[in-house]
């Protein structure tokens, strides 16, 4: 990269001048971050593959699952995830489960003077070097079939573009299964609609309670939360949060640590009817 010439700093002699000069440059520089900004949504248009278009004869598998994947020897995602095995693929996942729906979280800010403030899904971050300011940019994408499947991932770049792939490829790369049931006491209608007990996650200084909620009641939860759980399969869940939930990335990351305690949890099997368990996807 070529080095920019640095900008000399405005002389004291002539103030009306040098408040004048900096006064233009932020208007330049706000200029730029607003083209930035207003650029992003025609890209997320366009980028948004429809599900299933998959080409799986133009994939080269790298992974010995990868490879059993493709000859058909491995038609169930529950075989890999049960066995604990790592998907390192993307297309293994695009592949078993052909409903996968993407979704970004809102885990920025758009900066600037006028109407500032408003959620972004990038987050931009800057580094100060000898050559000027370093942008990159965050993003985090969950990945989910609504029917027992979802997974979180974060990606991060020069670009927006590239970032965002990386955090899609990721979310596939990190899908794991739930556990589904209806653990409220005003419904007890046993079918896999809510959570099937009260589970807590955590994330740093945030926590999120995930309750059971009866039928009809909805996705009563914070919208980036509510998205990760809508594309697990949940359809009515309560919900409280506690400490610093302004942090998208702790919030989110905390919905997803608490939706792994629904199967660490031990279930006595006498209550597993009771609840209407549903392990995965509906049978
Ligand atoms: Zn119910």
Known sequence: MPKKPETPEPE???????????????????????????????????????????????????TSIGAKV????????????????????????????????????????????????????FRQTQKKSPEGNKPSFGVMAVAGNRNGYVGLGYGKGKDTVPSREKAVRQSKLNVFKIKRGCGSWQCNCRTPHSVPFTVEGKCGSAIIRLMPAPKGKGLVVEPNCAKI???????????????????????????????????????????????????????
């Open 12 to 62: 004291v002699k002539a103030p009306a001048v040098a408040v004048e000069k900096v006064v233009a440059e932020e208007e330049a520089k706000l200029e730029v971050e607003k083209d930035v900004i207003e650029a992003v949504p025609a890209e997320e248009e366009a980028a948004k593959p429809a599900p299933g278009s998959f080409d799986i004869a133009a994939w080269t598998p790298k």
């Open 70 to 121: 493709k000859t058909g020897e491995i038609k169930d995602i529950d075989i890999i995830l049960d066995a604990g095995t790592p998907i390192l693929e993307a297309p293994i996942v695009d592949i078993l489960l052909p409903n996968l729906e993407s979704d970004l979280l809102m885990i920025g800010q758009s900066k600037g003077k006028f109407g500032g403030g408003a959620r972004r899904i």
């Open 229 to 283: 759980l809508a594309l697990a399969g949940f359809k009515d869940v309560w919900s409280k949060t506690f400490g610093q939930t302004r942090n998208t990335v702790n919030l989110a990351t905390a919905c997803v640590d608490a939706l792994k305690k629904l199967s660490t949890t031990k279930i006595p099997h006498t209550a597993a009817e009771v609840l209407g368990l549903c392990d995965g996807k509906l049978k």
